[in-house]
């Protein structure tokens, strides 16, 4: 480069510098055209030597150095740097001619930067060149300022790091920065506040009592050293508040509160607007105002306090979310003050979106991170109990996964969050209905539990929610060790001589609840029992205005329903659905649970209409079970349940009106209930022969081959799924059989009798002889093995079929209609075949059983229908005994057959004058209940009688 071209580069270079430095003209070295300069500058150093090299450099360097002090603090990170570098160049030919200033404005200048954009590795250079100034400057005047911003800066890395040495070191360095700051020197007041917030830190971290003191005393002698003018005056003010109230809380007297108010206003009072540190004061106000609302519970108090902390978040709108964590925090205290006070949803959502935000600033591993994702957790879980909306619950259930994942095993508070978590899933799944939720929800319990001490309150709450969740489980899923291991723990807890009244009460409903399922599944009387009686001791212990009264309602309901399933008791079944009547009266529209309680009601109606006969039962369990449905929500657990029983009801109701509307809703609801039913859940199976059931139906009554072939697909692909050990295999092996025989009728394909046989017979096997399906299988068999005979004329089969259609009319589980019809065919095929004994048993049988389908639950026309299926019944029975020489029981047949309706009249007949002369009341009473029974046809007189159980077994929604 020409010397004359240097020249000019000097000269341009030297007049902007003097425009700035004599003239105040910032736009001279701030503009563009000066930038280029500086940059020519350098770039012709960098090639020059000697002389020339020192000039351009130097020039450069005092260039870049003039656009660094002009420019706003935290704007001239790349000037200053610039600049060390040309003034490197200068000390390669004249030291002496480097700024002295320089090296400490550059390390203060990377360390605004770094802190700023969060660079820890510039902020550590900073650190250290900031050491290295120190070394250098031992006596001058500049060493106390120097000190007290490395001490502030290694205070700052310790709130970042947390490494303690970095919190003592500044504590030391302050301390130094103090003592040599003269009195009335302009640095002493800001070293004395810094060092009085490092002791604050280091005490809240250590609760040394002498670092309180010694902050307390530090900070009254920086505000005592302000000089008036300093501009540090209101932060200093504000520290000496916010050191008051630590002081505060750590059982000073009140007038160290007033203190810390009066100091804070001061600071806030004499801040311009503007002033980048106001937000921070009006933070440090609205917390000495929270302790004083906690204190006297002055409403005006706290409002101002809330007031304060929203203006300094819209103050610093637009800085990033790392510089508001403090003051969002801040701000959510104080909502949350007042939230307690008012309930305020509008308050509720300020928090959460304040400590959403403020936890969204916080790395992962920032010790603040964990208490703000805790308070947004309870946030989100106190706004979900209050609107029930998915995404509070989904938010809340990734915050608490991430807080037990970052919290340590022996975390006093860890079991609980695991608890509450579990809560959540449960909850989440209750509502969706995925597994995950479910299995997440059990192991989370089953954590809490084995991280708390066996008789901590603490436990027993524990093994509450893992019993509900392990039922919970068994029900939803085929998981059988679960269910035991639910009725074990429930067991457990209720023998518990220390289990308290409430939660025995919990303990027995989820009890009953599951010896509910285990009986679904094995039959076993003594389950239905204990339910029942669970059911009631749970109820018993609940209060009449108690929340989970209905819901525990609900729950004997249920059991006295399943246990009419065995007993066959018509009053089980009655007081099944009186409970769940006056369950669905205790819930008010939309109310949760209110949609289980329909469908179970209307369960309860529908198999009282297939004991009974009686349509209006049908009618409104089919209103019921629609309303429950259309109340459920999408993904709700129970909706399958709910839908599977409609689909079982309209079959019923086809059977009466022989709609095919009727049939199409039947499959429609059955088809939607077993797709959206997962293979492993217990129900599954039931689900898929619903739809069976409806598919053989559609084939008998429009012969359309097409359901008959999807049915026996379907029905195939049952069984291979279950495999042989399945406890409800020999529900799969049944209905494939019974479709099978189907076929076999329409096509007479001799491998389809024979396949339906060894079916059949192993379903029988696997039954048990106390259930419905039992008897089914064996009404069955005896069907199979009469066609094989009309086939082959094999004797055995003629005695076989018959002796399996007298099972089924001599089960007392079974339904009356297939009794009936059993002991029927029993004396058909008997009388045709010349065996008249057999002919007089099976139709004497069926004879005996019509009352059963004409009990006086029923209405006058429903009495009438059952009873003309059987037309010629009692003729049949009484030819039977005139060939078998029972001529006196061949009158009492005819008598009883034709006389079904008239007994029942004459039975309610009693003359009541004698009784009228004695207890006219009663008498009275009587003649009232006798006149009801006549007109109406109502339940409430029937004497105990069999109960119906569809080849389904029936289910509920959920408790």
Sequence with gaps: ??????????????????????????????????LE?????????????????????????????????????????????????????????????????????????????????????????????????????????????????????????????????????????????????EIGAPERPRCLSSLAMALR????????????????????????????????????????????????????????????????????????????????????????????????????????????????????????????????????????????????????????????EAARALRPGDPHRHDMLSNLFNGLRARFARLKHDENLDEAIMVGTELVGARTEDDVDQADLRFTLGVMLLSRFERSGDRADLDGALSAGRAALDGTDDDSPASRRYRLFVLTALRTRSQHA??????????????????????????????LTDLALALSQRFDRQGDECDARRSVEAGEQALALTTDDGPLRAARKNVVGMALLNRSRHSGDIRHLNAAVERLRDTVDDYQPGRLGRASALSNLGLALSARFAHTGNAPDLIEAIRLGEEAEAESRPGDPGLAATRSELARSYLQLFELTESPEDLD???????????????????????????????????????????????????????????????????????????????????????????????????????????????????????????????????????????????????????SQTRIEAATRLGSHAADNGRWDDAFHGHETAVRLLPLLAWRGTSRATQENWLAQHLGLAGRAASCAIVTGQLDRSIELLEHGRGVLWSQYLETQTDLDELSGVAPDLAAELKRVRNELAGTGEPGAAEPELREIDHVPQEWTRA
């Design 665 to 815: 809703r039947a499959l429609s609801w059955a088809v939607g209930a077993a797709d959206d039913t997962p293979d492993d859940h217990f129900q599954w199976v039931n689900r898929q022969c619903r739809v069976l059931a409806v598919l053989q139906t559609r084939f008998r009554r429009l012969h359309d081959p097409r359901d008959l072939e999807a049915a026996i697909d379907r029905a195939r692909a049952v069984k291979a799924a279950l495999g042989e050990r399945h406890h409800s295999q020999s529900v799969a092996l049944g209905s494939l059989g019974g479709l099978l025989l189907t076929r076999y009728e329409r096509r007479g394909d001799p491998h389809d009798v024979e396949e339906a046989l060894e079916l059949l017979m192993a379903a029988v096997r696997e039954e048990s002889p106390w259930s419905a399906d039992w008897a089914r299988f064996q009404f069955n068999i005896g069907t199979a093995l009469l066609l094989r005979f009309t086939r082959l004329q094999d004797p055995g089969d003629l005695t076989g079929g018959i002796a399996a259609w007298r099972e089924a009319a001599e089960s007392p589980a079974a339904t």
């Design 478 to 507: 085929d998981d059988v060790g679960s269910l035991n291991g639910a009725i074990t723990l429930g067991q457990a807890i209720v023998d518990d001589p220390t289990t308290e009244p409430a939660e025995r009460a919990q303990a």
């Design 1 to 34: 480069m020409s010397e004359n071209t240097i020249d000019d580069l000097l000269s341009a270079a030297r007049r902007r510098i003097a425009a700035f430095t004599e003239g105040g003209d910032m736009e001279a070295v701030l503009g563009d055209d000066a």
């Design 201 to 356: 830190t280091r005490f809240e971290h250590a609760h040394d009592e002498q670092d309180l003191d010694e902050m307390v005393a530090r900070s009254r002698e920086a505000v005592a050293a302000l000089v008036p003018g300093d501009p540090y005056t209101p932060m200093l003010l504000s520290n000496h508040g916010w050191a008051l109230c630590t002081s505060y809380d750590h059982a000073a007297g009140p007038e160290v509160l007033s203190e810390a108010e009066a100091s804070t206003r001061r600071a806030i009072a004499v801040t311009p607007p503007g002033h980048p540190e106001l937000p921070e004061m009006l933070r440090n106000l609205s917390g000495t105002l929270g302790r004083r609302y906690d204190r006297d519970m002055d409403r005006e108090v706290l409002n101002e306090a809330v007031a304060l902390a929203a203006e300094a978040v819209r103050l610093t709108s637009g800085l990033t979310p790392q510089a508001r964590i403090g003051i969002l925090a801040e701000l959510a205290a104080q909502l949350r003050r007042r939230f307690h006070l008012t309930q305020a949803s509008e308050d509720l959502d300020r928090i959460i979106d304040a400590e959403r």
């Design 37 to 181: 300069l500086a940059e020519s500058l350098l770039r012709a150093a960098r090639h020059a030597v000697g002389g020339p090299q020192l000039d351009l450099a130097l020039t450069g360097g005092f260039l870049r150095l003039t656009r660094y002090l002009a420019q706003p603090g935290g704007d001239g990170y790349d000037d200053i740097s610039a600049a060390r570098d040309l003034f490197t160049l200068v000390e390669r030919h004249d030291p002496s001619q480097v700024p002295s200033g320089l090296p400490y404005m550059h390390a203060m200048a990377l360390l605004e930067r770094s802190e700023s954009i969060g660079d820890a590795e510039g902020r550590d250079q900073a650190i250290e060149g900031l050491r290295q100034i120190c070394g250098q400057l031992s006596g001058q005047d500049l060493l106390p300022e120097v000190e007290c911003n490395l001490g502030v800066a290694l205070w700052r890395r310790f709130a970042a790091d947390r490494g303690l040495a970095d919190l003592d070191e500044s504590i030391t360095v302050l301390r130094m920065a103090a003592t040599l700051s």
